[in-house]
């Protein structure tokens, strides 16, 4: 089955990521690229997002014109970072690749088309 794992990053991480040293972010980063280093046989295809302030929101509301807007679509304490597309056998195995991820604190799945 095919899964998407979406990694979000909440507010309080985002700082505690800024407030690392350089050491600290290094190691952080190096244990994401390992985590995908060991489950390469599984992921399909992944991209870390820019941040939150770079989105444009398209509002379809059903009025006459689609609202474009600077910015997420809300104001949220947690934003979408990145996300990997995942073939595995099932739910189960899904949830331990989610359960083994070492960064943001929030990992949303989804079946995936």
Do not use: N
């Amino acid at each position: 089955m095919k899964y998407v794992l979406m990694f979000v990053e909440t507010e309080q991480f985002a700082q505690d990521l800024e407030a690392m040293d350089e050491a600290g972010r290094e190691a952080a980063f190096e244990a994401v690229g390992r985590w995908f280093a060991e489950h390469a046989d599984k992921i399909t295809h992944h991209t870390h997002l820019h941040p939150v302030h770079t989105a444009t929101t398209v509002r379809l509301d059903g009025g006459a014109e689609p609202i474009v807007t600077d910015g997420p679509f809300i104001e949220g304490k947690e934003v979408v970072s990145g996300f990997a597309e995942i073939e595995v056998a099932d739910l189960d195995e899904a949830l331990a690749l989610a359960r083994s991820w070492p960064a943001c604190p929030i990992v949303e799945i989804r079946p995936a088309s």
